[in-house]
T-cell receptor, first 112, second 112 residues
């Protein structure tokens, strides 16, 4: 099992560009999450999904959109990137809301 | 509103010493308290978790102490080793909520 994988590992964007981060899990988990990690801020939840076809806003959703068309995939989109979105993005999945969340290796995004 | 407060931000311990990281929460509905460990360049991984029906849980050198009346829980690392050097996050969630709320993290350095 690969667990949780994220694509790409690193990306540089110019302000105003768009991109999609892909998260895939092979554990048949219902719940999937997108977090951003910034120095001194810990992990902040952007959006999450409790099942295929469902999405919900987390703590810091502005500027991001998500889709969960397939159970194993959770996509995070930036329509118009801003320097404030420079961060490390982590995807995670879990079987239920109070079981272990398994994290991917992260995507480092730099917005110039 | 920061619902989980973690301290200290950083901690330096000598090899063989005890590392103690503390967290306090505000939401009395929280009923699941995990600790995650993150090494540089990696995603967080579950270390140990506790539910409020017990006051302590031990797994090897790692112990969670839980004080429900004080709304506090802490991680103790006995016989700390250089390999324990990492960032540690406490978190909390309630059964009615799908989200984990993370503390801001503690950078632990164990000197040889």
């Amino acid at each position: 099992n690969a667990g949780v994988t994220q694509t790409p590992k690193f990306r540089v964007l110019k302000t105003g560009q768009s991109m999609t981060l892909l998260c895939a899990q092979d554990m048949n988990h219902e719940y999937m999450y997108w977090y951003r990690q910034d120095p001194g801020m810990g992990l902040r939840l952007i959006h999450y999904s409790v099942g295929e076809g469902t999405t919900a806003k987390g703590e810091v959703p502005d500027g991001y959109n998500v889709s969960r068309l397939k159970k194993q995939n959770f996509l995070l989109g930036l329509e118009s990137a801003a320097p404030s979105q420079t961060s490390v993005y982590f995807c995670a999945s879990s079987s239920t809301s109070q079981e272990t969340q398994y994290f991917g290796p992260g995507t480092r995004l730099l917005v110039l | 509103q920061q619902q989980v407060k973690q301290s200290p931000q950083s901690l330096i311990v000598q090899k063989g010493g005890i590392s103690i990281i503390n967290c306090a929460y505000e939401n009395t509905a929280f009923d699941y308290f995990p600790w995650y460990q993150q090494f540089p360049g990696k995603g967080p991984a579950l270390l140990i978790a506790i539910r409020p029906d017990v006051s302590e849980k031990k797994e090897g050198r790692f112990t969670i102490s839980f004080n429900k009346s004080a709304k506090q829980f802490s991680l103790h690392i006995m016989d700390s080793q250089p390999g324990d050097s990492a960032t540690y996050f406490c978190a909390a969630s309630s059964g009615s909520n799908y989200k984990l709320t993370f503390g801001k993290g503690t950078l632990l350095t164990v000197n040889p």
